[in-house]
């Protein structure tokens, strides 16, 4: 069935280091794939996307990239702050014709001052 | 606020007992959606509409869930019987069909909090 597997599942950092979150996708036919950040209590927000015709993706400090070959796409945040501390998901959308969204299980980023 | 609102914000019932919640999308969106997020999980897809039309269910939504869009505006979920485990948060998104491809982000609402005692 759709599967989207994401790790790791806990992420610490310096201030100013990389983090970089990896998901892989079962549905070779994904053609969506969007990143949601999670506050402690808050709701999911979009942070970046990217479609399955193009390979990379840049937005300041928040880059994604998607290899379809290997069904994976990646997370990289770059200059980490203590504000980038927060639960990243994951997701991919199926083969045209359904619209939901197939979320990984999250990564919980802390970034160290 | 003219994001995505959902009510009530938490709700604890006794098992057994029935309860529902609301929806309300951004204004023009036409596609509600919604998921269930338990503790140190993503959220799973529930249910989806387009307008007032019910497109797609998961087969996480058993026969004592029921949605409804009646006039593509806000949605319900209904759910019957609750057991302990349907404590969860109940996430609602809304997204706008656009005019080339349907890539579109889903807004999402602050949540339901069911605790089922």
């Known amino acids: 069935g759709e599967n989207v597997e994401q790790h790791p599942s806990t992420l610490s950092v310096q201030e100013g280091d990389s983090a970089v979150i990896k998901c892989t996708y079962s549905?070779?036919?994904?053609?969506?794939f969007p990143w949601y950040k999670q506050e402690l209590g808050k709701r999911p927000q979009l942070i970046i996307d990217i479609r399955s015709n193009v390979g990379e993706k840049k937005d300041q400090r928040i880059a994604v990239t998607l290899n379809k070959t290997a069904k994976h796409f990646s997370l990289h945040i770059t200059e980490t702050q203590p504000e980038d501390s927060a639960v990243y998901f994951c997701a991919a959308s199926p083969a045209s014709g359904t619209y939901k969204y197939i979320f990984g299980t999250g990564t919980r980023l802390k970034v160290l001052a | 606020d003219t994001g995505v609102s959902q009510n009530p914000r938490h709700k604890i019932t006794k098992r057994g007992q029935n309860v529902t919640f609301r929806c309300d999308p951004i204004?023009?969106?036409?596609?509600l959606y919604w998921y269930r997020q338990t503790l140190g999980q993503g959220p799973e897809f529930l249910t989806y509409f387009q307008n007032e039309a019910q497109l797609e269910k998961s087969r996480l939504l058993s026969d004592r869930f029921s949605a409804e869009r009646p006039k593509g505006s806000f949605s319900t979920l209904e759910i019957q019987r609750t057991e302990q485990g349907d404590s969860a948060m109940y996430l609602c998104a809304s997204s706008l069909r656009g005019l080339a491809g349907d890539y579109n982000e889903q807004f999402f609402g602050p949540g339901t909090r069911l605790t089922v005692l």
């Open positions: 549905d070779s036919a994904s053609n969506y």
């Open positions: 204004s023009e969106h036409n596609r």
